[in-house]
Nanobody, 122 residues
Framework: QVLLVESGGGLVQAGGSLRLSCAAS????????MAWFRQAPGKEREFVSV????????YYTDSVKGRFTISRDNAANKVYLQMNSLKPEDTAVYYC???????????????WGRGAQVTVSS
């Protein structure tokens, strides 16, 4: 069983920054691709970013390129999402997820956290 716990969400003004963290309780963390998805009210869950187990492959959805940075610390079993220049449209619940490969499809991932709320005020 893999437990993923997100932290670092909150309320921030437009233009501000937040750093999300995801702690994984799994012995084989370094073998998983780790991704962030988000879901805004009334919308479907969407892909944000993914990082491969060895950091060789990193992808972002177009709307966050140049503003968000994903990273991971395999020794600490953690993955991060640094979010800069936040916009009101970034408001959503952000989910950490783990899977076997770098995919933009949510059904490719095995394990999910419970989510962290990010609210960006205008």
């Amino acid at each position: 069983q893999v437990l993923l716990v997100e932290s670092g969400g909150g309320l921030v003004q437009a233009g501000g920054s937040l750093r999300l963290s995801c702690a994984a309780s799994v012995g084989s963390f370094s073998s998983f691709a780790m991704a962030w998805f988000r879901q805004a009210p009334g919308k479907e869950r969407e892909f944000v970013s993914v990082i491969s187990w060895n950091r060789d492959n990193i992808y972002y959805t177009d709307s966050v390129k140049g503003r968000f940075t994903i990273s991971r610390d395999n020794a600490a079993n953690k993955v991060y999402l640094q979010m800069n220049s936040l916009k009101p449209e970034d408001t959503a619940v952000y989910y950490c997820t783990a899977g076997p490969s770098t995919s933009i499809k949510s059904d490719s991932y095995y394990y999910w956290g419970r989510g962290a709320q990010v609210t960006v005020s205008s």
